[in-house]
């Protein structure tokens, strides 16, 4: 609750995107390969306010410090999902004075605790002015607001669709409202592996950068043209999502999710480990914390080369309502490697390559478009109405501009097999169901559907999702109709189609609903 009369600021509302490994996984676990990371539409939203917080009602103590900024988060499609802590500027320490449940948020302490720490040693007016601020009342002190929300992509609304009474297809899930309440606690959603926890790291560190002035708004728009600035200001987001999403999460992963939800679409090779080894080990101060996420630290070597998905293909996604453990999938994968590296080595180079393939491939389509956007156009439409086993037989009735379209499209289909069938080796090797016999027989239909090009699972594999890229809409509907009828899984699309923007400022007047969950 707020005051009567409290002076509060500007909002300041960050956005980031899910993510979709389409190429490269486990591979992108060795800094030797690199990865295909396509940005999504769907977004995790933080909105940030500074407030007058009602001392007695909102944080249930009065007795804060001087150096006390208490700071409350709320996250209202969740049940009981709302934690108020309290950020002592002169320790530099964070401390949780309360939950619903009495819970904690691993991830919203983290990214707070750091990026708090970083602008009070970066600029320690900024904070100091919150303490500094008259509320006209004993009752209250100036702290930050927060409200985090996701499109609803990112979980699943099955049981949403089921109480609304309707079926599981795009149309009914475009009926539902936009950030949905799951009636599920965090803990108990099932989330659909879009990223969602690296897109909330992201949109939150990126949000009080932004909220204290840290770059101002032109810093990151996504309209904006690249400059050195922005670089500095991306990679300064990067360094420190990457370091609070693997401090949250207990390890140095491949870091994919939050460069996707930072950069959106684009091609990956992660960091080397080593630039976070010590900081993991270690309760640094804040002057190392500064120097390890500065953007100027050349231990942050992963490379980031914008891509774009080709002209005319069309990405479609579906939640399977089966679960997989990723992390306990990596580990056996990486377990069979350590104690085999000869097969490991033959079989990571093989899939390295097909991977790469592909990518040249992306590139040669859009190359031909570029040529000729007109004979491009008619060869995405002629091979959009046949399976691609047909594409290059029926190159022989078109004009000899189109022929090389479509040779690339019927390759890339092949390449795609190719790289699910050594998928499917790995798993057998490790153990591990990368691509379980039932995810077979569902991408194997998918192939099988006229003006599909690609069809795999994502990431790590496993049963929960898969995806498929179309030539046409026409396409992408045939293939979410053959998810309805699919009996051997429940197969549900979403939404989510390809974006390129990473994280974004946005315009808070345009989301009234959200704003609204500040008051």
Same mark, same amino acid.
């Given at each position: 609750?707020?005051?009567?009369?409290?002076?509060?600021?500007?909002?300041?509302?960050? =956005?980031?995107?899910?993510?979709?490994?389409?190429?490269?996984?486990?591979?992108?676990?060795?800094?030797?390969?690199?990865?295909?990371?396509?940005?999504?539409?769907?977004?995790?939203?933080?909105?940030?306010?500074?407030?007058?917080?009602?001392?007695?009602?909102?944080?249930?103590?009065?007795?804060?410090?001087?150096?006390?900024?208490?700071?409350?988060?709320?996250?209202?499609?969740?049940?009981?999902?709302?934690?108020?802590? %309290?950020?002592?500027?002169?320790?530099?320490?964070?401390?949780?004075?309360?939950?619903?449940?009495?819970?904690?948020?691993?991830?919203?302490?983290? %990214?707070?605790?750091?990026?708090?720490?970083?602008?009070?040693? $970066?600029?320690?007016?900024?904070?100091? !002015?919150?303490? !500094?601020?008259?509320?006209?009342?004993?009752?209250?002190?100036?702290?930050?607001?927060?409200?985090?929300?996701?499109?609803?992509?990112?979980?699943?609304?099955?049981?949403?669709?089921?109480?609304?009474?309707?079926?599981?297809?795009?149309?009914?899930?475009?009926?539902?409202?936009?950030? !949905?309440?799951?009636?599920?606690?965090?803990?108990? &959603?099932?989330?659909?592996?879009?990223?969602?926890?690296?897109?909330?790291?992201?949109?939150?560190?990126?949000?009080?950068?932004?909220?204290?002035?840290?770059?101002?708004?032109?810093?990151? /728009?996504?309209?904006?043209?690249?400059?050195?600035?922005?670089?500095?200001?991306?990679?300064?987001?990067?360094?420190?999502?990457?370091?609070?999403? /693997?401090?949250?999460?207990?390890?140095?992963?491949?870091?994919?999710?939050?460069?996707?939800?930072?950069?959106?679409?684009?091609?990956?090779?992660?960091?080397?480990?080593?630039?976070?080894?010590?900081?993991?080990?270690?309760?640094?101060?804040?002057?190392?914390?500064?120097?390890?996420?500065?953007?100027?630290?050349?231990?942050?070597?992963?490379?980031?080369?914008?891509?774009? %998905?080709?002209?005319?293909?069309?990405?479609?996604? !579906?939640?399977?309502?089966?679960?997989?453990?990723?992390?306990?999938?990596?580990?056996?994968?990486?377990?069979?490697?350590?104690?085999?590296?000869?097969?490991?080595?033959?079989?990571?180079?093989?899939?390295?390559?097909?991977?790469?393939?592909?990518?040249?491939?992306?590139?040669?389509?859009?190359?031909?478009?570029?040529?000729?956007?007109?004979?491009?156009?008619?060869?995405?439409?002629?091979?959009?109405?046949?399976?691609? @086993?047909?594409?290059?037989?029926?190159?022989?009735?078109?004009?000899?501009?189109?022929?090389?379209?479509?040779?690339?499209?019927?390759?890339?289909?092949?390449?795609?097999?190719?790289? $699910?069938?050594?998928? $499917?080796?790995?798993?057998?090797?490790?153990?591990?169901?990368?691509?379980?016999?039932?995810? @077979?027989?569902?991408?194997?239909? /998918?192939?099988?559907?006229?003006?599909?090009?690609?069809?795999?699972?994502?990431?790590?594999?496993?049963?929960?999702?898969?995806? /498929?890229?179309?030539?046409?809409?026409?396409?992408?509907?045939?293939?979410? $109709?053959?998810?309805? =009828?699919?009996?051997?899984?429940?197969?549900?699309?979403?939404?989510?189609?390809?974006?390129?923007?990473? &994280?974004?400022?946005?315009?808070?007047?345009?989301?009234?609903?959200?704003?609204?969950?500040?008051?």
């Amino acid at each position: 609750m707020t005051a009567a009369t409290p002076a509060e600021s500007s909002i300041t509302l960050v =956005s980031a995107p899910g993510k979709v490994l389409a190429v490269g996984g486990y591979l992108v676990l060795d800094r030797r390969h690199s990865g295909l990371v396509l940005g999504t539409d769907a977004r995790l939203y933080a909105a940030v306010q500074t407030q007058s917080i009602e001392l007695g009602r909102d944080t249930h103590t009065t007795a804060l410090g001087d150096q006390d900024v208490p700071i409350i988060v709320v996250s209202p499609q969740f049940e009981s999902a709302w934690w108020k802590y %309290v950020f002592n500027t002169k320790r530099n320490t964070l401390s949780q004075i309360g939950s619903a449940s009495q819970d904690t948020n691993s991830f919203v302490h983290i %990214v707070l605790h750091t990026t708090l720490a970083l602008v009070n040693k $970066r600029d320690p007016k900024k904070l100091q !002015a919150l303490l !500094a601020a008259e509320t006209g009342s004993s009752e209250f002190r100036t702290g930050l607001r927060i409200v985090l929300a996701a499109d609803n992509d990112f979980y699943s609304q099955r049981e949403i669709l089921k109480k609304m009474g309707l079926e599981l297809t795009s149309k009914s899930l475009a009926s539902v409202p936009a950030m !949905a309440a799951t009636g599920k606690t965090l803990k108990s &959603v099932h989330k659909t592996g879009l990223g969602s926890s690296a897109a909330m790291v992201t949109s939150l560190v990126a949000s009080i950068l932004m909220h204290f002035g840290i770059f101002d708004n032109e810093g990151i /728009c996504a309209g904006t043209k690249q400059s050195s600035s922005k670089s500095q200001n991306l990679q300064l987001i990067h360094n420190v999502a990457q370091y609070a999403h /693997c401090l949250a999460q207990g390890k140095v992963g491949s870091g994919f999710d939050v460069s996707a939800a930072v950069y959106g679409s684009h091609r990956y090779r992660r960091f080397s480990p080593s630039v976070l080894s010590a900081a993991m080990e270690n309760n640094n101060g804040t002057t190392e914390l500064v120097q390890m996420t500065s953007p100027d630290n050349a231990g942050w070597d992963s490379e980031v080369v914008p891509v774009q %998905v080709p002209p005319g293909l069309i990405l479609r996604l !579906a939640d399977v309502d089966a679960g997989s453990n990723t992390p306990s999938m990596v580990k056996r994968v990486l377990l069979w490697r350590d104690t085999n590296p000869q097969q490991a080595d033959s079989l990571w180079a093989s899939l390295d390559k097909a991977n790469n393939r592909i990518r040249q491939l992306w590139n040669d389509l859009s190359s031909a478009h570029e040529k000729d956007c007109v004979g491009y156009n008619s060869a995405i439409n002629q091979c959009s109405l046949h399976p691609s @086993t047909r594409w290059e037989s029926e190159a022989a009735s078109t004009p000899s501009s189109t022929i090389s379209v479509h040779a690339l499209l019927a390759e890339l289909a092949r390449v795609t097999l190719r790289m $699910r069938e050594l998928q $499917r080796e790995l798993g057998e090797k490790a153990g591990v169901p990368i691509e379980p016999p039932k995810q @077979t027989r569902l991408l194997d239909a /998918c192939m099988t559907v006229p003006g599909v090009c690609m069809a795999a699972v994502p990431g790590a594999g496993g049963y929960d999702a898969i995806f /498929c890229i179309a030539l046409s809409k026409a396409a992408g509907d045939a293939v979410e $109709r053959l998810w309805s =009828s699919w009996t051997e899984m429940s197969v549900g699309p979403l939404l989510a189609k390809q974006a390129s923007d990473g &994280v974004s400022i946005l315009d808070p007047e345009l989301y009234p609903d959200l704003i609204a969950k500040l008051k």
